[in-house]
């Protein structure tokens, strides 16, 4: 049981993944993913509508390297190393991520295949990497979605 009662099985690299929460769910989850160890990552998508935005928001709000391509192979590569971000695991918050799904349905589906890759890169090694976009209908988006 975690500090706060409230164990969700966070620190389990097997069960990580890509999941849908509703408005409002992202502060409790920040709460339980610092109490299970992970490292917290926030990204703001509030306005985000296209791919060249997200991943300026998403480069920046994880501090990734100077001079990194920004393209899908690129964030891939970098959601994948994460070397300069050290943790036990990984917890990436997006707020607002219907703003995207709503402008931009390809690119979300890109995030969501990226993301859930490297979900399962990070599993091979035992490190938990989550991603936790919030959505107007909470659990639509999940690694499965992004295999349709």
């Known amino acids: 049981m975690s500090d ?4 969700m099985g966070l620190e389990d690299a097997g069960q990580a993944g890509v999941y849908g929460v509703g408005n409002g769910d992202l502060g409790g989850l920040a709460a339980a993913a610092r109490d299970a160890g992970l490292k917290v990552l926030r990204i703001d998508l509030e306005a985000c509508s ?7 928001r998403i480069g920046t709000q994880l501090d990734f390297p100077a ?5 899908w192979d690129a964030l891939s590569d970098a959601l994948r190393d994460l070397s300069w971000l050290p ?8 707020n607002d991520a219907e ?3 709503q402008a931009s349905g390809g690119d979300f589906d890109t ?5 859930s890759e490297a979900s ?6 035992n490190v938990p990497f989550w991603a936790f976009l919030e959505l107007a209908d909470g659990g639509a988006a999940s690694a499965e979605a992004a295999d349709d």
């Open 4 to 7: 706060s009662g409230f164990d």
């Open 120 to 125: 399962a890169s990070w599993a091979e090694d």
């Open 50 to 56: 296209d791919k060249r935005t997200l991943l300026m």
């Open 111 to 115: 995030l969501l295949d990226v993301l």
């Open 67 to 71: 001079g990194w391509s920004r393209n």
């Open 87 to 94: 943790g036990n695991g990984y917890a990436l918050l997006f």
């Open 99 to 101: 703003d995207l799904r």
